[in-house]
């Protein structure tokens, strides 16, 4: 594995917390956020703001909410849940990385995911967890 230099990451990170307005957001959106450079097997954020999309599950208050990471690969297994949202694009979300995170880090909308798969994905997790 790529040594990694957290550096600049950190100085991102630092004005994501000092700087940054938390935007508006709800559930069953698809918002690229501010991920970082990760340790290990975590899910890094990719080009220079550190960005991967997310599906929001649960907003807790106007703070935090809980995500699962996507990526463009279509997936197999109990990990991913594959769906479309966009130009009917195949995107899969990562179950496996789910955390919460502060609406600091959320930095544009992109979509939304349908009520239908948003259903499907909350069962998968459920399964997953249980």
């Known amino acids: 594995m790529d040594e990694k230099d957290y550096s600049l990451w950190h100085k991102i990170k630092t004005f994501i917390n000092n ?13 690229f956020c501010s991920l970082g450079s990760n340790v290990g097997f975590e899910q890094d954020g990719r080009g220079e703001d550190y960005l991967r999309p997310a599906i929001i599950i649960r907003k807790f208050n106007k703070q935090v909410c809980l995500v699962v990471p996507m990526t463009r690969n279509v997936k197999e297994g109990i990990h991913y849940f ?15 990385q789910i955390r919460l995170i502060d609406a600091k880090r959320l930095s544009y909308k992109s979509g939304n995911i349908s009520k ?9 997790l459920k399964q997953l967890i249980a």
Request: charged share 40%; no cysteine; proline share 3%.
């Open 19 to 31: 700087e940054k307005e938390r935007p508006n957001f709800h559930e069953r959106e698809i918002w």
């Open 82 to 96: 594959n769906f479309s949202y966009k130009d009917g694009a195949t995107s899969a979300a990562i179950l496996s």
């Open 116 to 124: 239908e798969d948003f259903g499907k994905l909350k069962e998968k």
